[in-house]
């Protein structure tokens, strides 16, 4: 044990922070900086301008777009769902408009969200975080969330005031009222989700009148407790811990892309000025903390592009709010691209160059993924064919010793009218064919199968051959299927087993 | 060495009264969010004491309010199991089993209902898919049948099996030529060279020539003039390449000097009236059926 204790400098007496009161100012290194710390909420004032309008305006596209699109109607003839989109699990077939998906064509899927992820790239590489600070839906429902708390709670300072205040009726009144108008739009949305899934008008009929599934019931509730929690509570939190977007879409930067940024060279030094010419010594800042107010992740965008900039450009408009009262140029905070900063800070020309190495890849990749996509939809067969040998048998040895292999095979009709295909054996000389049930031919005809509208048709197979036609153990066997009216055929290779050679005498 | 309890000054928070070489340990309380969640399971635990199966005794446990256990979890299964395949059941056993065969809907359930039952009760002698198996284990796919391969011949071998106890059991038995010294060592040489030439793979033709009289006389009533077989009689046919116990000369003579009688079981004895029947039909469509 030691001798002494240290006397300890008492630290300097905590400064008394009230709940969402910003911490004060401390000039802080990298090696000061807590690994933990807790989330100061953030209060994100009302703003009055061209981005917010934007927003808006990006906002009332997406909802009405993710709230109307599960009702359009597409009418598909007799027996199909005529809904526009939809995917449905039980059929199971996704039904975009024209268009209809089976599970073995998921890849149309995958091909999408590649075209997403690449013309995020881009969008990013010329225009920042335009998905992130727009048309995310993170973005969109939180802004919808914090209209409503405005809506009920007032602007900033009153809701910073309505939480430091103890409980009142009037309060609780308030709250109250915020999260069930947060309920009920996290409802809607968990709801709209599932009519993606559904037939729309069954199934809203189906959930007030307590009939539908209890996965309907589960999924709706999952997607509504996400909604609420992800728009109403967590927030900016999302994007700056839960999403991987943000940490890697720097890469995608560069000086020429077009960022929201500050004009360090003409705000500073910023100080509480007044006029419309800053006094000797100050820069155009006046410090007033309005961009600061204003943004939704409560970042000071003065301190540079940062990991929790979404790029939405409300603090562009909140400086110029503050900008036009004062009198001072506008677009203290702009969107910008790292060049031109440096070019105005110099007084050199400035310009945008939007096609750079960068761009023309990213713009390349998707044109090229796209003409894929295209080019496999437009290709699009409406049949195909999977045959299953048996493997147990391997063969059967019948009685006057030919040679007997057993095939499932499934006719995958994709068109939405009953079709007779046409079937085929090639590869083996005098083989016979048989379908259970159905017919058999030798001799290189056919048999007739018949295939329902817009379905999996699954028929017995099985093939004989004299041993003197085996050459080898595993012969290549070709089976054929062709629809003489409409010109489809499909071939599978498949093979088919004798005894081993070494075996026959 | 325990100190005071006293208030940190830099983080506000109490200490725990500890102290290591000057260091003191903070006594934060549990995240809320924490330890509402172990009060929540604490409360969880009870309740499920109360209503499950939950301590054990020297003989037995306490069985719960519920009264639920495993064992009548899975018997209600089954059950529902059993009521919902009641219908599609019934249909089947009121069922011809030669309508059962034209029936699409009916031989759908046929060939996943067929297929479970084959492979719980058949495939352990006749192999997975009826492939068979060496030593008297029949195929069932192929077109060779010893008693029949018509939708109600197979029906009525699987209802009521082979050389079994059963009064409906199919039987015949092949006398045992060489051990009860009804026909001598060259006799029987001949005669299996003579069932051999009847598929063409006999290697003495002398042998087997004289061997047709002692065909004609032993083994014709039952496996018919020209090995074409009976089946009535349940006399295999011995004039194709298909073999139960062996195509080669020493098997032959092996089966006429010691006979082969195999068995096999009364299904109807063990399982319902429409499992049978699933299981004749699905042994029909197996490949071989007639």
């Not at chain 2, 077989?229 to 020493?250: H, Q």
Request: charged share 20%; hydrophobic share 45%; aromatic share 10%.
């Amino acid at each position: 044990m030691h001798g002494q204790i240290d006397t300890v400098e008492k630290p300097p007496a905590k400064p008394s922070a009230g709940k969402g009161a910003k911490p004060a100012p401390v000039a802080m290194t990298a090696d000061d900086l807590p690994l933990y710390a807790n989330r100061v909420k953030v209060y994100p004032k009302a703003v009055k301008g061209l981005y917010r309008n934007l927003k808006w305006a990006v906002l009332a596209f997406c909802l009405t777009l993710y709230y109307v699109m599960p009702w359009v109607r597409w009418d598909r003839g007799p027996g199909a769902p005529d809904q526009a989109l939809l995917i449905d699990m039980g059929a199971p077939r996704a039904y975009f408009f024209w268009i209809e998906i089976w599970p073995q064509e998921v890849y149309f899927i995958t091909g999408l969200l590649v075209l997403g992820a690449i013309g995020l790239f881009l969008v990013t590489s010329l225009f920042g975080r335009l998905w992130c600070g727009y048309a995310c839906p993170q973005t969109v429902w939180t802004d919808l969330f914090m209209m409503v708390e405005r809506w009920i709670e007032g602007d900033r300072g009153a809701r910073m005031r309505l939480d430091q205040s103890p409980m009142s009726a009037g309060k609780l009144a308030r709250k109250t009222a915020k999260h069930g108008v947060w309920f009920l739009i996290a409802l809607a949305t968990g709801g709209a989700w599932v009519l993606y899934f559904n037939d729309a008008p069954t199934f809203v009929v189906e959930f007030f009148t307590g009939q539908a599934t209890v996965q309907q019931y589960f999924f709706v509730g999952l997607f509504t407790a996400s909604t609420y929690l992800l728009a109403g509570w967590a927030r900016e939190q999302v994007c700056t811990y839960m999403c991987p977007w943000p940490r890697f879409q720097a890469a995608m930067l560069d000086t020429q892309s077009m960022v929201v940024t500050y004009e360090k060279w003409r705000g500073e030094p910023r100080g509480k000025t007044k006029g419309a010419v800053p006094p000797d010594g100050f820069g155009d800042c006046i410090d007033c903390g309005q961009c600061v107010a204003a943004c939704p992740t409560g970042i000071d965008i003065r301190d540079g592009l940062q990991l929790e900039c979404i790029g939405c450009g409300l603090c562009i408009d909140a400086c110029n709010e503050i900008m036009t009262k004062v009198g001072r140029p506008l677009n203290l905070v702009r969107f910008d691209t790292e060049a031109n900063q440096l070019a105005r800070a110099c007084g050199q020309s400035t310009g945008w160059k939007p096609v750079r190495p960068r761009t023309l890849i990213y713009a390349g990749v998707l044109t090229v993924v796209a003409a894929v996509m295209l080019t496999a939809l437009l290709l699009r067969t409406t049949l195909e064919v999977n045959v299953l040998r048996d493997r147990a048998p391997l063969y059967v040895t019948l009685s006057d010793g030919d040679i007997r292999n057993g095939y499932t095979l499934k006719i995958l009709n994709k068109r939405r009218e009953a079709l007779t295909f046409q079937l085929s054996v090639t590869g083996i000389e005098g083989a016979r064919l048989v379908v259970q049930d159905v017919g058999e031919t030798a001799g290189g005809g056919t048999v007739p199968l018949a295939a329902a509208p817009d379905k999996v048709e699954t028929f017995r197979v099985f093939v004989i051959a004299p041993p003197a036609a085996l050459a080898q153990e595993s012969n290549p066997i070709d089976f054929v299927v062709e629809e003489p009216l409409s010109g489809d055929r499909d071939a599978y290779d498949a093979v088919f087993v004798g005894p081993h050679k070494t075996q026959r005498k | 060495m325990p100190t005071k309890i006293e208030k940190d000054a830099a983080t506000g928070q109490m200490t725990t009264g500890h102290e290591w070489d000057g260091i003191k340990e903070l006594n934060t309380p549990l995240p809320k969010w924490w330890l509402y969640t172990f009060y929540a399971t604490i409360v969880f635990g009870i309740v499920y004491m109360v209503l499950y199966p939950a301590w054990p005794s020297l003989s037995d446990h306490t069985k719960g309010a519920l009264g639920w256990t495993q064992r009548g979890e899975l018997a209600q299964k089954m059950e529902a199991e059993q009521q919902r395949l009641a219908p599609i059941m019934a249909r089947i056993e009121a069922t011809d089993i030669a309508d059962i065969r034209n029936d699409p809907e009916l031989m759908g359930y046929v060939a996943a209902a067929g297929r479970v039952a084959f492979a719980d009760n058949c495939a352990g002698c006749h192999g997975a898919g009826g492939a068979g198996a060496a030593g008297g284990f029949p195929s069932l796919a192929d077109d060779d049948w010893i008693w029949g391969g018509t939708p109600d011949q197979i029906l009525q071998t699987v209802s009521y099996g082979v050389r079994n106890a059963n009064e409906n059991s199919r039987i015949n038995d092949m006398p045992r030529f060489g051990v009860d010294q009804l026909l001598d060592r060259a006799q029987i040489d001949d005669v299996a060279e003579y069932v051999l030439a009847m598929s063409g793979t006999a290697t003495d033709a002398a042998a087997a020539e004289r061997g047709a009289a002692v065909y004609a006389e032993n083994c014709a009533s039952c496996h018919g003039e020209k090995g074409e077989g009976i089946v009535d009689l349940g006399g295999p046919r011995l004039n194709d390449g298909i073999w139960l116990y062996g195509g080669d000369k020493a098997s032959v003579v092996h089966s006429i000097t010691y006979a082969r009688r195999g068995n096999m079981p009364a299904w109807a004895e063990r399982l319902d009236p429409a499992t049978v029947k699933v299981l004749a039909a699905y042994v029909h469509a197996l490949g071989g059926g007639q």
